[in-house]
């Protein structure tokens, strides 16, 4: 089997808002980020990136399911998406370098400007590179 998380864009009325993060085992959803001004209650801002806030519970959420997918060992793991914000983050490279040391497969979606520093930060040998921008998707 197979678990992880996705990073699913929220629309209000067309417009683009935010991220929720999704565990796909259960499809429990937990805001993640929002436009400032687009925030929703007690929100609690951890970080801003651009025009976006990041909430401390979205981000402890997507941390205790890759913590959980590690402990299991999972077959399969999905992570979407790594970017900046997590490869700064000390506990985010702990838990996704114990998934890798667990999972037979590991899935990641990971931002193009970072995919360098990603495979440098994680020692990864061996990586298959789909470009989602290039027909992929």
């Known amino acids: 089997g197979g678990d992880g998380y996705v990073s699913r864009k929220v629309l209000e009325g067309g417009r683009h808002v935010g991220y929720d993060t999704v565990r796909l085992s259960t499809g429990e959803a937990v805001p993640l980020a929002r436009r400032k001004g687009e925030c929703v209650p007690d929100w609690d801002e951890c970080a801003v990136r651009g025009d976006f806030s990041f909430s401390g ?14 402990a299991s060992g999972i077959a399969r793991a999905f992570v979407d998406e790594v970017g900046g914000l997590d490869l700064a983050n000390d506990r985010f490279r702990r838990l996704f370098s114990a998934l890798l040391g667990s999972c037979r497969d ?8 970072k995919v360098s520093e990603f495979i440098r930060t994680f020692s990864i040998e061996e990586v298959q590179l789909i470009d989602m921008d290039e027909g992929g998707a």
Do not use: D, T
């Not at 590991?106 to 400007?113: I, L």
């Open 57 to 70: 519970r979205g981000m402890r959420f997507a941390e205790s399911i890759l913590e959980e997918c590690a």
């Open 106 to 113: 590991v899935y990641a979606g990971v931002r193009r400007n």
